[in-house]
């Protein structure tokens, strides 16, 4: 997965507000992975109040082809850790598996920042749209009211 992507360029910002390659790609995304959702459509307001409407501690991760943005990652930087926010990226690059490549990125980052965590969010055990989370471990869980942590 990494050689797929060795022709990405990646760069950090504080806002994408002004940037309508980001505000493009977020609606084809929505609109294209997320149909069966409350997300969909994807809107100016929606884009504006969960996108870019950050605090002083979100980045934004973009991911470049050349002059082509194929993702954009969200997250909080924290002084424990990472905390990814959301991945959008264009549906045709599938194959490179941009949601994976993003979250290696993201440890990528927190280990040069010498950050000991990169969270990942909640994980909704029946929810298949967050399996993707169970591929990167340690994980910690809340079980009735304890960290427990899974290898």
Known sequence: MLTRNQDVTITTTLSIATNPDARALYERYV?????????YPASQEQFDSFIVSPNEST???????GTKLIAVT??????QGLSAVYTFFDPDES?????????????????????????????VKD?????????????????????????
């Open 95 to 123: 194959k490179r598996s941009p949601g994976t490549f993003a979250i290696l990125s993201l440890i990528a980052h927190a280990s040069q920042k010498q950050l000991p965590y990169v969270f990942l969010g909640y994980w």
């Open 59 to 65: 980045r934004f991760f973009l991911f470049t082809v």
């Open 74 to 79: 969200v997250c909080d930087e924290l002084r």
């Open 127 to 151: 929810c298949r749209k967050m399996e993707y989370k169970l591929d990167f471990r340690p994980i910690e869980l809340l079980q009735d009211k304890r960290w427990i942590r899974i290898n």
């Open 31 to 39: 609109n294209t992975r997320h149909q069966d959702g409350d997300m």
